[in-house]
């Protein structure tokens, strides 16, 4: 039976001139990722793949160095395309995060609504696992679609958990039912 590991990326340089999808790896993400490496090793052997977003890809280029494994980047896995907007507060963004959540079927940013965006993510995972022939299948990616995804097979409020994930913080699931087994938050 395969494992899902979902691990949300390490942090980037937050540029709020750029939409969110083209953000860079900061250097702190560099360490958050080699820090996470350490903490997947328990998982080997896996498959490693990431979201196309840079600081997806980036974070998994770096865990995939420390453990000698490639990766791949896929299409499906990333999060919703945001636009560039101004700096919020935490407190504004998440307000603005909890309607996602809240109301699954209406477009609070970009293109997607939180419904949507599920049901490209849960289509690219169930891809994903059938490609996967190692034990344990783990995935970069981030923390909207993580949360979306947890929820809709867990009793878990998605909101919730979307607040829990730091930047290198992941979540464990049974492959087959994607029962929730573990959340592990980043350091």
Do not use: Y
Request: glycine residues 6%; proline residues 4%.
């Amino acid at each position: 039976m395969t494992t899902l590991v979902l691990v949300k990326h390490a942090l980037p340089v937050l540029d709020m001139s750029r939409p969110p999808r083209k953000w860079e790896l900061s250097a702190e993400g560099e360490l958050q990722s080699q820090q996470l490496a350490g903490r997947l090793r328990a998982f080997v052997p896996l498959r490693l793949v990431t979201s196309t977003e840079p600081k997806a890809s980036s974070t998994g280029r770096v865990i995939a160095a420390e453990l000698g494994l490639q990766v791949t980047a896929v299409d499906g896995v990333q999060e919703f395309d945001r636009p560039a907007s101004a700096w919020q507060s935490k407190a504004d963004r998440e307000r603005e995060n909890a309607v996602i959540f809240d109301e699954p079927t209406r477009r609070v940013l970009g293109a997607e609504s939180g419904g949507e965006a599920l049901n490209r993510f849960s289509a690219a995972i169930r891809a994903e696992l059938d490609r996967t022939r190692e034990q344990n299948l783990v995935v970069i990616t981030h923390g909207t679609v993580i949360a979306l995804f947890v929820a809709a097979h867990n009793a878990v409020n998605a909101f919730e958990l979307w607040r829990d994930l730091e930047c290198s913080s992941f979540v464990v699931l049974d492959g087959g039912s994607f029962s929730l087994r573990e959340l592990v938050v980043g350091d």
